[in-house]
C-alpha cells in the first residue's frame, strides 16, 4: 500500500466529519461491503455504494455532532486499519459519547473494496494480521 491509498482512507474520515457522504464514498468501489461491528445497533453488512451511502447519511443524521479522529493507521499489505476516536452528541437524546474504535480497510486499485469496523481495537489489529 502507497501513502496515496492510506489518504484515500483518512480523506474518507474527514468528509465524514464535514458531513459530505458523497465525498467519503469516493474511497470506496462500486461493489464495496461494509460490515458494521455487532456491538453497534446499526449492525449489518451494506454492499454496494448505494447501501453503504444510505447506511451513512442515517447514521450520521442521529447526531447533532460528529468527529471521528484517526489517532494511528497501520498498514498490512493490501489493508490498513484506522484506529479512531469518536466524539459525538446525540441529535435526540443529547447523550455524549467519546468510544475509540477501528475499522480494516482493504484495498483494490486504490479504492476500499471492504471496511470491517471493530468495537474492540486489539480485535482489529489481530485481524489485520490474520490477513
Known amino acids: 500500500m502507497t501513502a496515496a491509498d492510506a489518504k484515500v482512507v483518512t480523506d474518507s474520515y474527514e468528509a465524514l466529519n464535514r458531513g459530505d457522504v458523497d465525498a467519503a464514498m469516493e474511497a470506496l468501489a462500486e461493489d464495496a461491503?461494509?460490515?458494521?461491528?455487532?456491538?453497534?445497533?446499526?449492525t449489518g453488512v451494506y454492499r454496494g455504494r448505494a447501501a453503504i451511502r444510505s447506511?451513512?447519511?442515517?447514521?450520521?443524521?442521529s447526531w447533532e455532532s460528529f468527529h471521528q479522529e484517526i489517532e494511528e493507521t497501520t498498514v498490512a499489505g493490501d489493508r490498513v486499519a484506522a484506529l479512531i476516536h469518536l466524539t459525538a452528541t446525540g441529535r435526540e437524546s443529547s447523550a455524549e459519547v467519546d468510544a475509540h474504535y477501528a475499522h480494516v480497510w482493504q484495498l483494490r486499485d486504490g479504492l476500499g473494496l471492504r471496511v470491517d469496523a471493530y468495537y474492540d481495537r486489539a480485535e482489529a489489529l489481530a485481524a489485520l494480521g490474520d490477513g
Open 33 to 42: 461491503e461494509w460490515h458494521e461491528s455487532e456491538a453497534l445497533p446499526e
Open 55 to 61: 447506511f451513512l447519511t442515517e447514521f450520521l443524521a
